[in-house]
């Protein structure tokens, strides 16, 4: 990778950390040096060191700057890009459409990475910039991680505007995070309709490595009321990482068994995750509520009556966390 951006501030230095985070090679800084002149010197490098891909970042633009435009263009004239993709935030409406009608003509693109995708109201730039360049939309960013980036499937994201869920994706996102052997131990746990808080603490580890409670309600079809009622909540993602921390804080007995975690033990607790016992109570109470889910749905398999698509086991919406 080669930062082509002499105008933000460090905008090199940043590329150039994100490329060690993620085991990149990137294009030695010289300082001084301008984009055509820094494009042509990737390109060198990356043909004497046998690279097969080279990515030119250049600098980013709010609007169409004449200047900044007519330097794209010549970085485009001295390397003859395979792709040239423009990327866009997709919360930012019709200006984002405009610049993309503008880079198509003026420099010529090829497809366009969507960010912020994860937004209320991801969709309609989507369908605007497709429209208006004719070129398809490659990627679309759903965070502000490193893995928060995803091949663009045009009728997942259509289904997640129309409320119907994209359960491909879950279960993309799912085979990716989720441990086969703990999964399998987890399912040999439900069939016997036992949860304890250490079962608990691995759901809470899931879910955040899924995109938390909002990422995965987004997907989900069939949960509208629900999803509805997390947005009235204003849920706090970070509920996660403080209900970890009070399991965290508990004895593995403690975890077995919560049914051993009386008043004085509570306070311990509460005092050593840094919450209060309240918190330690809502906690035991989602728990409890939980595992009772666990041992219907158990008796439902057995009787071979698993709950259909939509259908949640009554109190569900109880253990959102608030």
Partial sequence: MA?????????????????????????PIIAGQMPVDIAKRAMDAARLQGFDVVMLDTAGRMHVDAALMAEVQAVRNATSPLETLLVADSLTGQDAVNVAREFDQQVGITGVVLTRMDGDGRGGAALSMRAVTGKPIKLAGTGEKLDALEDFHPERVANRILGMGDVV?????????????????????????????????????????????????????????????MA????????????????????????AHPQLINASRKKRIAAGSGLSVQDVNKLLKMHMQMAKMMKRMSKMGKNGRMPMPGQLPPGFENMLPK
């Fill in 3 to 27: 930062s082509l951006d002499v105008r933000r501030p460090a905008a090199q230095e940043q590329l150039k950390i994100l490329g060690e985070q993620i085991n990149v090679k990137t294009l």
């Fill in 169 to 229: 994706s879950l279960v993309e996102k799912a085979a990716e995070t989720i441990d086969e052997a703990e999964a399998k131990k987890m399912a040999k746990k439900m069939a016997k309709g036992t949860f304890d808080l250490e079962d608990l603490r691995t759901q809470l580890r899931q879910m955040a490595k899924m995109g938390g409670m909002k990422g995965v309600m987004s997907l989900l079809p069939g949960v509208g009321k629900i999803k509805k009622a």
């Fill in 232 to 255: 009235g909540a204003e849920m706090d993602e970070k509920v996660f990482a403080h209900q970890e921390a009070v399991i965290n804080s508990m004895t593995p007995k403690e975890r």
